[in-house]
């Protein structure tokens, strides 16, 4: 990773879009150099303001990643995004944003909530600024406009109905762990190593794994699923009989189907588990590469002063090849009366 500085976070941001890479990418720099957090939030807002309207929302969903991914590691960009997050929304709540922007941010709000990202008050809060100012310039559309107000309803009702599918679809995605920046935020904290360990090894005892069952449905007799072999029924007993092995079957096999809906839905979080730990895995690998390569320069500048150091050493004169002044072999020095004759 590069080192840190203003010029090289403004080209980071610059080039940012809403791809999912993009994204982490950039976070995971900034993530990095956390100790520069509170100038990062200031350039990341001085950014924010000037990014075209259709830009916004990207830059939302970076400081959502930051902050989320971050939260492990330390503070500090939680307390600098929460000191600017007010203006931010003031500023988004000023402005004309288009309708996926709209519901992108109060979707991302609608998670720091669920998620306690930030208090309860202050979510609220940044809704309520977001929203307000929507409003309000709505309202003043309908004024000016007041001849064409059917058309505009028909027009609006049509676009909500367009968002509403849209918005249910990104829904579904999130409940499933679907993590692309433009449907959800990014991954949740990692999951600890023997949470991981314990979810894997109860999926060794799983539905699919039950071999018993599987050969008891296996070898379940052909009447109690074949309807056309009840002609062959003879007498009462024999129906009471069959009877009992339907119920019986249908108890084992409405048990086993449920056990295979648990499995599925454990599978999933594992799956969810798995995605985010190997997430944060990779981050803490770059950061520990960085830190290597930071520490072999840091040997190499040490090892270069050392060999100089040793370099100068040589070049000294041998104090012991010296005249000694206390065997009283050096000269002694002229007096007054010398130097002046």
Known sequence: MASFNEDSLKKKLDDLNMSQQSIQTVSLWLIHHKKHAHTVVNVWYRELIAATDSRKLTFMYLANDVIQNSKKKGPEYNKEFANKLGKVFEHLGGIRLDEKSVHGLNRLLTVWGERNVFDHEKVKLFKKNLNKGLKIKE????????????????????????VESTESSRLRKDSEGDLSPQTTPPPSDPPEPEQLIEALQELESAATSDAVVR??????????????????????NAARALSKKVEDAMAMLETYNKRLSEEMEARKMVARMLHDYITYQKDLLAQAEETLEEHRQKHNKVKKVRDELKAHLQNLPDISKLPSIRTGSLAPLPSA?????
């Open 139 to 162: 309202g003043g559309g309908k004024k000016r406009q007041h001849g064409s107000k059917h058309k505009k309803e028909s027009s609006k009702k049509q676009r909500k109905e367009s």
């Open 215 to 236: 050969e008891k449905i296996a070898s379940l007799p052909d009447e109690v699923s074949d309807v056309s072999l009840l002609t062959k029924l003879q007498d009462l």
């Open 337 to 341: 009366g010398d130097l002046f004759t």
